[in-house]
């Protein structure tokens, strides 16, 4: 494009401009608030405000009218902005209607790891060769803890080592991505015992370890918008290895480390992310859009791995409210176009 035809499309005048509110944590602020959101935002029409999650909101800028409001909130925090009071002013009944973006019923199906893979289970997907499904789990409560052995847990679930034992709740507490592989009975006996260092407090859930070539797919999705990235994973575990190892391996948030394959010779070779294909873009487009339809909601990601023994058999492992969109490149307009359609074309989104 000519510089001139450049400059002139940036510093373009809007017929309409927009204000759209963030109801965040300020962690969250700080990663996907940044300038360059702001100033592209602000080319596009939006003004970004921040919005105290501390206090009732129709207590906060009293001159302004958000047409839109995104937030990731605890209940609490929900509690405290009182929005049913600040719609019942600017609501759906009035001529200046605020969309807030997302319910938070529906946000708490995420929340839990089994009704959050409810929703990616028997999916519509209609594809040539691919399945998209979710590996095999079992929770694993204190009553089931007294009643079961751990062999019984296992064999009677048809689950078989390794397995994964992840915590019920994915409530966004650091305690909730503390995951374990576990190798076998004892190593099971001692993650479920509370009491032992390393043990993990129950609800758990147990799921099928499944070798997928050492990388996750990061479907992140913005209303109609997608994109898929490859990341970091658990190496795959050979049956034979599998056999022989015994205990537990504790993990947590393992697709935000960066790991320089080294086949121990001293040369660089390709590493897994590298070498990984990528699904089918209609595959990728599908997902999210099943997935927007069955969770009713416009902002999360999807963590999908591919069965390293079945290469046309995808898994659902785990689905995340508003993730962290800034670790996408070229992230602003991503954000800023889906928050464009939310305030043009209201009837794309949903919302409370
Ligand atoms: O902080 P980031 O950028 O690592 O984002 C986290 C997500 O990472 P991702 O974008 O999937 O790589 C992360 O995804 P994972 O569960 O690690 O797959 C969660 O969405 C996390 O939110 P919460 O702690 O579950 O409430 C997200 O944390 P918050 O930013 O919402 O605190
Ligand atoms: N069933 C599984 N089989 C193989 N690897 C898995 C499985 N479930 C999770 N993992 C690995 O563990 C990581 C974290 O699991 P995940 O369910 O996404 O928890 P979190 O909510 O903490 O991100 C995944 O990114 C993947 O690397
Ligand atoms: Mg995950
Ligand atoms: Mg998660």
């Known amino acids: 494009m000519p510089q001139e035809q450049a400059s002139q499309n940036e510093t373009q005048t809007h017929d309409e401009s927009y204000v759209i509110g963030y109801a965040l944590e300020q962690k969250k602020i700080q990663n996907l608030i940044r300038p360059s959101l702001i100033d592209h935002a602000k080319k596009q029409g939006i003004q970004l405000i921040p919005i105290d999650i501390n206090k009732p909101l129709i207590q906060q800028h009293p001159h302004l009218r958000f047409h ?17 009071e600040y719609l019942s002013k600017h609501g759906a009944n009035t ?5 807030i973006i997302d319910p938070p019923h529906l946000v708490q199906k995420l ?20 399945t998209v499904g979710v590996p095999h789990q079992v929770v694993v409560d204190d009553e089931k803890k007294t009643k079961n052995s751990v062999e019984e847990m296992v064999m009677g679930s048809n689950l078989r080592f390794p397995v994964i034992a992840k915590p019920l709740y994915a409530d966004g507490t650091m305690k909730s991505h503390e995951l374990c592989l576990v190798f076998d009975a004892q ?15 129950t609800p758990v859930v147990l799921q099928e370890f499944v070798n997928h070539g050492g990388v996750v797919f990061k479907v992140y999705v913005a209303g109609e918008h997608v994109r898929c990235v490859k990341r970091t994973s658990l190496p795959d575990i050979p049956e034979d290895k599998a056999k022989a190892l015994k205990g537990t391996l504790k993990f947590s948030q393992i697709s935000n480390f960066t790991i320089q394959d080294n086949n ?6 390709l590493s897994n992310i590298e070498r990984a294909e990528m699904p089918e873009e209609s595959l990728i487009k599908e997902l999210a859009r099943a997935l927007r339809e069955r969770t009713g909601l416009n902002l999360f990601n999807i963590d999908v791995i591919r069965d390293a023994k079945y290469c046309t058999r995808y898994l659902v492992i785990d689905i995340n409210y508003f993730p962290g969109y800034a670790k996408l490149p070229c992230y602003e307009s991503f954000i800023t176009d889906f928050l464009l359609d939310c305030v043009r074309n209201k009837a794309a989104v949903v919302s409370v």
């Open 68 to 84: 839109c409001i995104i937030q990731k909130l605890q209940p609490k925090h929900w509690n405290n902005l009182n929005f049913h």
């Open 95 to 99: 001529t200046t209607t605020t969309i």
């Open 111 to 130: 929340q839990n790891r089994v009704s959050m893979l409810d929703s990616a289970s028997h999916l519509p997907l209609s594809l040539q060769n691919a």
């Open 187 to 201: 190593g099971l006996r001692e993650t479920l015992n509370k009491n032992t260092a390393g043990g993990a407090a």
């Open 264 to 269: 121990g010779d001293g040369a660089n070779h």
